[in-house]
């Protein structure tokens, strides 16, 4: 009987072990299409990655901002012909509890005007969490800043 149970216990573990693997790989596929509704300007897209109750402190904003605001940062770029040209993804850790997955990551980015010449450079560091609701993962939570001296 005991071997029954070491069994029963392997296989669940291993179970386990998968589903997390196929969820991580489902957030970094969320947050890769995240950067290209934003390249995309389909803002439509990009709202929908987002949880109603969603809070969280993006770089641009002096004060943590909800969900209605989650667009500013793109608009305020697109309403003086700037937009997302180019971008970098460094994968650096994704966790997955549950129904809550915490994805950290950083990015360089590149801006032009609507001429295509660069405007702009940016790196940040970044963290969403994501929580899945039914079927769907979506952010909940995030922070973003500029990634230090030494590009870190």
């Known amino acids: 009987m005991s071997r029954t149970i070491v069994l029963l216990?392997?296989?669940?573990?291993?179970?386990f072990t998968q589903d997390s693997a196929n969820h991580e790989q489902d957030?970094?596929?969320l947050d890769k299409a995240y950067w290209?509704?934003?390249?995309?300007?389909?803002?439509e897209k990009y709202r929908g990655l987002w949880h109603e109750n969603f809070v969280g402190w993006p770089f641009v904003s002096s004060a943590p901002v909800r969900k209605d605001h989650i667009t500013d940062w793109i608009t305020a770029n697109t309403s003086k012909g700037?937009?997302?040209k180019w971008y970098s993804i460094e994968q650096l850790e994704i966790q997955v509890t549950g129904d809550v997955a915490l994805n950290y990551y950083?990015?360089?980015t590149t801006w032009a005007n609507r001429e295509g010449a660069e405007v702009r450079t940016d790196a940040l560091r970044i963290t969403h969490t994501w929580l899945r609701t039914?079927?769907?993962w979506q952010i909940i939570?995030?922070?973003?800043?500029?990634?230090n001296s030494e590009g870190k």
Do not use: C, F, Q
């Open 141 to 147: 939570g995030g922070m973003s800043a500029p990634v």
């Open 106 to 108: 950083r990015i360089k």
């Open 27 to 29: 957030i970094w596929n």
């Open 9 to 15: 216990v392997a296989l669940t573990a291993t179970a």
């Open 82 to 84: 700037i937009k997302l």
């Open 134 to 136: 039914h079927d769907t």
């Open 36 to 43: 290209e509704y934003v390249k995309a300007n389909d803002l």
